[in-house]
């Protein structure tokens, strides 16, 4: 009787079938199992808001601490926790954060931030005096959203890091300007008010870059203080880049490089590319 085995091309078929299989399924299973996390999320916030509303009913306020409420919650040990925090597995919650919203408007909010390798992928949030639910995608290096998770458009939330105000993930935050003490964001570059001022000051994890404070741990990255166009030169003395053609003839007008945009003065980051 003759045996017959399988050939090496049938083989590296099969390897790449299990290969395509596994490339579509282990995504949806991660997806799956990240929404059953995010429901345990969802079930104690539902309760931390029953619990708020009594709460609130006797004493006209929200509690910031899990021991004032009526509803006996527990950690990730089995202890009953007692104090303005709770971390299960998964999540660390804080039962109470008023939040401004929008250009005038105020939440009262209670959150469960999602965290993994000690970083914050997302963040839920339930509004205690409506009930709903928003979401704030925090990290997407894992690929894990809103979205994915079935919050929809309008329930997807962001914080802008120029007022700290929260608002809808489809509405652009404002640039923030960050200026040395003393010094005033006007006419697209930090000026001086009240001279004399200095140059640097910046706050902690900011860096001086010519023009304003731009947020960065390390400012040996942040590149040399004035950036002038091409055939242009920095000026101490006038405080802006001139032209450095001497054979009188007349100078292009200044093009900043990818990135930068021209003040009238120098190049500075665009807003798109600031740390």
């Given amino acids: 009787m003759n045996k017959k085995g399988f050939t090496l091309v049938e083989l590296l078929v099969v390897i790449m079938i299990v290969g395509v299989l596994t490339a579509v399924a282990l995504p949806q299973y991660f997806k799956a199992v990240e929404k059953s ?71 009262n909010l209670a959150v469960a931030s999602r965290i993994k390798d000690d970083d914050t992928i997302y963040a839920v949030y339930i509004d205690l005096e409506t009930g709903d639910f928003l979401c704030e995608d925090k990290n997407k290096k894992d690929n894990i959203t809103c979205s994915i998770l079935g919050f929809d458009g309008a329930s997807s939330v962001q914080i802008c890091e120029s007022d700290g105000h929260m608002v809808s993930s489809e509405v652009k935050c404002p640039v923030s300007h960050v200026c040395p003490n003393g010094q005033s964001w006007l006419n697209d570059k930090c000026t001086c008010l009240n001279p004399p001022c200095k140059n640097g000051g910046c706050p902690d994890e900011y860096c001086w870059n010519g023009t304003e ?12 203080l004035h950036t002038c166009p091409s055939s242009y030169s920095w000026n101490d003395s006038a405080g802006k880049c001139e032209c450095k053609n001497t054979l009188g003839s007349k100078c292009p007008d200044p093009v900043c490089n990818k990135g930068r945009t021209w003040n009238g003065t120098e190049c500075v980051l665009a807003a798109s590319t600031r740390i």
């Fill in 213 to 224: 404070c731009i947020r960065s741990t390390d400012c040996s990255l942040v590149v040399n």
């Fill in 37 to 107: 996390k995010c429901s345990e999320a969802v079930t104690i916030l539902r309760d931390i808001s029953s619990a708020q509303h009594s709460f609130f009913l006797t004493h006209n306020e929200y509690s910031d601490n899990f021991d004032s409420l009526d509803i006996n919650f527990s950690d990730i040990d089995g202890e009953t926790i007692n104090g303005d925090i709770m971390s299960t597995s998964n999540f660390d919650i804080t039962p109470f954060l008023h939040q401004k919203f929008g250009e005038k408007g105020e939440k």
